[in-house]
């Protein structure tokens, strides 16, 4: 079975603390994987898409990376405007364009 | 900027009510999209449309229906609202150039 799978499911950071979320995959064919930023109360933002294993991707403080089996998200020397959920989520060959499965999702909370 | 705007940020219904939520992209997108996200579960796919009057059902398509009149416009139907129904709705737009998906603001609709 597909499956897509986030840990830690929360995770409590101090100001300048970097880290790393995982997103761990089981899919018969990956097309791309994504990383969203959630907002409370908000719709989920676009931050990457990842293609191959070992691609990687940077913004700002964060940075994706992927291998055959799972990607990271690493924050580094995060500020409490990093505080949001961060979803994953994957695109698989046998599926239509655009379909996403998603992962549950990563609260992180940093505080000052 | 894509906009991807949805009619209620927040609904009450009362069980056994059809309820209608909208959504409209301003960016001529073939693809759209419909999610439920509930605590725990992450994102799951109701519905999906890939062109105007076409249709597909998603993971979790029972209770739901949809509309695709125009290409602009994507509309979830809950033909007889239930109390399991009861949950965060979000509609999003797929960019088949840049592969990436937009996500409206969310309907927190609550069924008692």
């Known amino acids: 079975e597909d499956q897509v799978t986030q840990s830690p499911e929360a995770l409590r950071l101090q100001e300048g603390e970097s880290s790393s979320l995982n997103c761990s995959y089981t899919v018969s064919g990956l097309r791309g994987l994504f990383w969203y930023r959630q907002d409370p109360g908000k719709g989920p933002e676009f931050l990457f898409t990842l293609y191959s294993a070992g691609e990687e991707k940077e913004k700002e403080r964060l940075k994706a990376t992927l291998t055959k089996k799972e990607s990271f998200l690493h924050i580094t020397a995060p500020k409490p405007e990093d505080s949001a959920t961060y979803l994953c989520a994957v695109s698989m060959t046998t599926d239509s364009w655009g379909k996403l499965q998603f992962g549950a999702g990563t609260q992180v909370v940093v505080t000052p | 900027d894509v906009k991807v705007t949805q009619s209620s940020r927040y609904l009450v219904k009362r069980t056994g009510e059809k309820v209608f939520l909208e959504c409209v992209q301003d960016m001529d997108h073939e693809n759209m999209f419909w999610y439920r996200q509930d605590p725990g579960l992450g994102l799951r796919l109701i519905y999906f449309?890939?062109?105007?009057?076409?249709?597909e059902k998603g993971d979790i398509p029972e209770g739901y229906s949809v509309s695709r009149e125009k290409k602009e416009r994507f509309s979830l139907i809950l033909e007889s609202a239930s109390t399991n129904q009861t949950s965060m709705y979000l509609c999003?737009?797929?960019?088949?150039?840049?592969?990436?998906?937009?996500f409206g603001p969310g309907t927190r609709l609550t069924v008692t």
């Open positions: 449309s890939y062109d105007v009057k076409m249709k």
């Open positions: 999003a737009s797929f960019d088949r150039t840049s592969y990436e998906q937009y």
